[in-house]
């Protein structure tokens, strides 16, 4: 058995490892006490409670030990292993992951925007983070532990590797003018979608919104007004106050509802990455959505599954979380952005516009989602879906996910299984 002590003081390190076991399907306790324990493996995130001589009274016993604390270990082994884990100890019964792993999901807004300026400018590819690092370890270090084998998360139904959901988001006339040639081809091959929609948008384009439904898609509330969007709101969604916020999505369910005759159950935000943060989830404590899709998967604990956000962040997965699932949305395997057309192939600095290289990005995130096991959650433009130079791009990856063991659905679909899985 895995038992995971939670500790005042390692909160953050805690959670983290509380999002890893929960994200891999793993069985474990979460403890409060040394003495709940005589056996198995103990997770013992860095404290600064005096607790050594219990621990190693534990080690004495045949309980493996994982943690961060340096005081389990002399100079000599800390200093191998500076990046995060040791690979000297794995014949040991402890197993030390440096505190840096933990620090390094907490990045400031500094080192965020002196990323995505460096990016932009040198086009370079995203180096895997610590956590990447960590996450990819962790396969490894449960299956020592446990004795099981955790290679790759096995949480999908029906045996599938993976799960694959297609979204669009719609905040412009050029979108809305393209529903019914988008429609067309995602019927042409069989791929069911999820489109995030704005309240004022369809007032406006009734007969277009209307295709939707008719052809049996998932519609997500997108807000009323689509807050920083230059033709309806150019105020910024993460700018206005909770009052507001839950105002534009009544106000979009209360449309769809009465137009459209759909009541949808999932929300995202505009521009959702750059827009969200904890209040998002205190608003959407009080709906009735079972998901929202607004936050970008190398953010989120189990690198693109779903996860239920912690009270404390909600970047983490916590056993005091809201009850609003999040379904994240993939991020580019290249550079670390939401993987969009918009940043793909339509932005003034897109890098992937070469029809070719598009096509081996979505390779790359396909391939390694089967590999971990994630969650392929994209989405797209309709305006960039229907360009006739992309379209080879989208039949190819059409045929290559079903070629794959892969659960082709909607993002509903995920989050009710998830919630009852």
């Known amino acids: ?23 891999k399907g793993v069985a474990f306790d979460v403890i409060k006490s040394l003495e709940q324990i005589n056996d198995g493996v103990l997770i013992y995130p860095f404290s600064n409670n005096d607790e050594n001589s219990e621990v190693h009274d534990l080690l004495q016993k045949g309980v493996k030990l994982v943690t961060s604390n340096k005081s389990f270990f002399p100079t000599e082994i800390r200093e191998q292993n500076e990046m995060y884990v040791s690979g000297t100890l794995l014949n040991s019964s402890v197993l030390y992951i440096h505190s840096r792993v933990f620090k390094s999901f907490f990045p400031t807004k500094f080192r965020i925007y002196y990323s995505r300026i460096k990016r932009i400018l040198t086009k370079q ?20 532990f446990s004795g099981n084998d955790y290679i790759k998360y096995n ?13 669009f988001d719609c905040d412009y006339k050029e979108d809305f003018e393209a529903f019914e040639k988008t429609c067309h081809i995602l019927n042409k091959h069989e791929i069911p ?5 704005i309240g004022k948008a369809i007032e406006e384009y009734p007969n277009e919104h209307e295709k939707i439904v008719t052809n049996h898609f998932e519609i997500v509330n997108h807000t009323y007004s689509h807050p920083d969007n230059e033709v309806y709101n150019q105020e910024k969604f993460i700018d206005i106050d909770d009052e507001t916020k839950q105002s534009e999505m009544i106000k979009a369910q209360t449309i769809i509802k009465s137009q459209l005759k759909y009541i949808p159950v999932g929300f995202r935000t505009p521009h959702f990455g750059y827009n969200v943060d904890s209040s998002l989830f205190e608003v959407l404590e009080k709906q009735d959505f079972i998901y929202d899709s607004s936050i970008i998967s190398n953010n989120t604990p189990g690198l693109g599954n779903p996860y239920y956000p912690s009270m404390d962040d909600y970047r983490m997965e916590s056993d005091v979380h809201y009850k609003t699932l999040v379904i994240p949305v993939s991020a580019c395997p290249a550079c670390g952005a939401s993987f969009d057309t918009w940043h793909s192939i339509r932005s003034p600095r897109a890098i992937h516009k070469d029809p070719e290289q598009y096509r081996e990005i979505w390779k790359k995130l396909i391939d390694k989602s089967i590999e971990r096991g994630t969650l392929i959650n994209t989405y797209v433009d309709p305006q960039d879906f229907i360009k006739e130079e992309y379209q080879p791009v989208f039949e190819w990856v059409f045929d290559y996910i079903k070629s794959k063991n892969i659960w082709i659905t909607r993002m509903d679909e995920v989050a009710k299984w998830w919630m009852n899985g």
């Open 125 to 144: 590819y995203h180096a895997p983070s610590m956590w990447e690092l960590f996450h990819e370890q962790s396969d490894k270090i449960l299956a020592f």
């Open 155 to 167: 949480k999908w139904p029906d045996g599938y590797d993976t799960a694959f959901c297609l979204s």
């Open 193 to 197: 979608a999820s489109f995030a929609i």
């Open 1 to 23: 058995m895995i038992y995971l002590l939670k500790t005042e003081s390692g909160s953050t390190e805690y959670m983290m490892w509380y999002s890893l076991l929960s994200s």
